[in-house]
DNA sequence: AAGGTGATTTGATGCAAGTCATGGTCGGCA
DNA sequence: TGCCGACCATGACTTGCATCAAATCACCTT
């Protein structure tokens, strides 16, 4: 078991981010992330009912945007940084659902509330929707609700592979797949995808794949060894052999 | 590891059901288990356009529904008996990501077809509806696209739940909560929920909980030595301790 | 009733990953 | 500049679950 996160929420100053990319109530049109989002291939008038709604947000690092089992007012863009999904059992056990980076969605919940709970890795920039008046537009324009049955259905088949993984991979194969993973995502953002980033610590990375801090480590250090990676930094891994870190993460 | 079902898809002689409960085109109006489907709630006129695009299917125990991969041209819900969806690595290893009983659905896919593979447990009968045809619909009773919306957020939030299980149980909790699980979607389907009903084999229910079936059978036997259950026979156990199996369940 | 076959249970043993303990590294701050 | 605390790496050991190997059970078929 590792550290819970709620333990030193330390109050990082919070920088003013300059920049005004994201879904700014004035600035949807100029998202540098809005193909990702379910504010894709709007017509002009439904992106205006929906910035009307839109309110953006800024956040430090480590701080909750809701807990488990919160009633969920809202649903949120990612627009800038990283954020961390989890659930816990009661005696801390934490089991990281999902990391998710810009121009990724959450809040989507049942009748319970918000499944799992949410918090800032690094600092993090976010549209946020009132569900209520989300659910208004809905009916005025369905190919909103649309997008979000497609957001609904990729987030399905990426849990269904995480089944996979967290049920019947070794802990070798869990780090490589996690790499790949972390490669592609950074490619479909338009980044180079080779120096993976690695923005959420080790021990983020075993409650993700079900394994400890230790083992994740080792792991690391073991690919070291065999020249599959390089680790420029701690936050910053070069693979240096995609070919075989695609066989070993296959078995 | 255990065995992949695709052995041995015995021809089971097909015992055409007398009854005529589900979905049928003449008979969605009588369907027992449409409260708990996208068919809950529909206006009139609606079910007619729906009963319209079904299909009615009947097939025997350890029959392929679809392959994983499989081009998705269809979606079903389930009215009698049961399913289990599965993802398998290269290797063999075969990791089940769900059990399918009456009233649940399936079909849901992503740009690359069907993320995971379908197969009869038992005999089975499945309403079955063509994914373009029911686009179509969505066109005009944006109610039916907002229904599926519905039931893939209930899937997410069962497969983060999974996720915690795979990731972060031991053994005996996995067991636990699977037998309270089952007993839960029992009573929501107005059964007893408490002689648990087991339709699928040791093998499957250790590839749902990232076990081996030795593993589940000495669990079980465990949990038989501690007075939790009795097994009434292999497929039907009684749950005599719920309190105790629900400690269990939770750490 | 006998025999065959697959599914389940049980026992013995091994190993992958967890736990415990220690030391190193890095960045922030007085 | 040097202390401090969080994070990370690594060695020693422990253990939960997997693996391997039989035995038993359930159920068909003849």
Redesign the interface.
Known sequence: MTELGQKLPKPVAMPTRPRSAGCAAADCAACEVRSLTFCAGLKPEEMGRLAAIVTRLNLAARQMLFHEGDSAEFVYNVTHGAVKLY?L???G???I?GFLLAGDFLG???K?GY??SAETISPVELCRFPRRKLDQL??VF?GL??Q??GL??????A??????L????TAAEKVASFLLRLSERGKVRGQPGNPVQLPMTRGDIA?Y??LTIETVSRTLSQMRRDQLIRQRSLTEIELTAVERLADLA??
């Open positions: 659930k059992l009661p005696d056990r934490r089991q659902t989507l919940a049942g319970d499944s799992y809905f009916v369905p609700e649309h979000l049955l609904a259905t990729d987030e399905l088949v849990a269904q592979d995480q089944m996979l967290l049920g019947r991979r409650d794949l079900g296959q078995g």
